[in-house]
């Protein structure tokens, strides 16, 4: 660990080289630890919304006078961001409109320069922490290692001026470690604000019934318990969405993080039958007619990109899969979004209340998932005038997001002063 957090150890975990474990009992709710990052970057998209420096969600922020892109909370965080903030603010004024390496490589420069401006002084712990993550650079696949060398080269292009870079297998090395060791920072919404590395959290391993889940404070990244643990616990969060049958799960881990999962959700699959839940018709359906639209779910969801292939797709899947099979709950939340984006309420609710209680049952108990729609429905059922829905949905998000994010998180207060409103 950095330092050394009380309650908790680094261990040798079987089948999976180092991971965490508690030394003594917390409780549902309780904070495991809070982690600094190492590094981190605010998204592109999220410039304005939130103080570049600590993440600080605001509506009136201060901008750089020389690039007008970055903003802050005042000159304190302007002026702690721009160690930083220099490798990009007369690169993007330079480069305008053309300025655009992708949040990988705009972090990884951050992780260059940081290293360089530690060698400079001591060692920290966290770096060497850095130095130990796993890299999978031998497993990467084409079109992993497209993305690589042009990450690398839009590094060189847009960093240059301020950074030495490693040699290009340093480079590579170190993508692929921030590939599988970063973390993606999501409001309460589960909306992206950025990409972080923090070390001390990269340590935990996966299970799909984790025992903890990370939420973000700021720039910090907290862990408390979703499970009561008893001292010797290993402690696991989740790397990928739960909702999924175990095959669809492993698929995901093998691809991004190079690792089967044998957790006891895995071994047993208690849900898959839930999850994968076909319709009852008066003769039964073949199994091959099944796995044939399973292929064909998990290709349209890989491409799928409008509303009207969604409902075309529903309406297809929807001959086989009950409402609540998990193809037909990813569909139809992907339909969610698209209608709040061409701003149909009425649609995204009709979307969203057949995917709520599926997703109760399906996800293990004190989701984010689950909280972020609860809170995504309370709120527009808000804006549809409907109050007592719209409070009932907020209630149950805050209860989930009290364990979560703590009683005293930001989101927190925030949503309870949102809910006494009406
Ligand atoms: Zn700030
Ligand atoms: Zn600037
Ligand atoms: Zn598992």
Redo the contacts with the bound molecule.
Sequence with gaps: MTGSIEGLERFDSPGKGRGLRVTRAFKVGELLFSSRPYSYVLSVNERSCYCEFCFTRKEVLARCGKCKKAFYCNAKCQKGDWPMHKLECSAMTAFGENWCPSEMARLVARIIAKKKMQKDRCVSEKMLLIGEMQSHVEDVDNEKREMNEADIAAMHRFYSKHLEFPDQKGLLTLLSQVACNGFTVEDEELSHIGTAVYPDVALIN????PSVTVTYNGTSAEVRAVQDMKPGDEVLISYIDLLYS?DD??NR?RESYYFT???????TKSKDKAKLKVRKLSDPIEPDVISNMVRYARKTIREFRLLEMCDQSLEKMGAIFDDTNVYMLHMMYQAMGVCLYMKDVDSAITYGEKVLKPFTQLYPPYSLNVSSIYLKMGRLYMVMERYSMGVSALKKALAIMEVVHGKDHYYVTELRKEITKK
Excluded at 261 to 267: G, S
């Design positions: 996966h299970s799909c019934l175990t799960r492993n881990l999962c044998d957790c006891q959700e895995c071994k």
